[in-house]
């Protein structure tokens, strides 16, 4: 019972920055933890950021140093800031949701982020 919708996702060139932003509604007290995955064109939908309501944060290793992800944990609202984009950032980028209840993870509808050279 968690409705999870994105927004901020745009063309940018390399070297460029961006700020997606996602939005739980119902359930949030159940939430303790959000996150970022992406999907490209023809491969599997990876890791990106997550976050947990005590702050504990960890990045995949091709994001580190580059993106940072943020949580407002009274409105369970969570960003991702991503800076130094690169082409290879190119994905649909996924909102993600893990709560206590039944079921326990939840997805966004996705939004398109497109770094140009």
């Known amino acids: 019972q968690v409705q999870l919708v994105e927004s901020g996702g745009g063309l940018v060139q390399a070297g460029g920055s961006l700020r997606l932003s996602c939005a739980a509604s119902?359930?949030?007290?159940?939430?303790?933890?959000m996150g970022w995955h992406r999907q490209a064109p023809g491969k599997q939908r990876e890791l990106v950021a997550t976050i947990t309501k005590y702050g504990n944060t960890n990045y995949a290793g091709s994001v580190k140093g580059r993106f940072t992800i943020s949580m407002d944990n009274s409105k369970k609202a969570v960003y991702l800031q991503m800076n130094s984009l690169k082409p290879e950032d190119t994905a649909v980028y996924y909102c993600s949701a893990s709560s206590t209840g039944y079921p326990n993870n939840y997805w966004g509808q996705g939004t398109q982020v497109t770094v140009s050279s």
């Open positions: 119902g359930n949030i007290f159940s939430i303790w933890a």
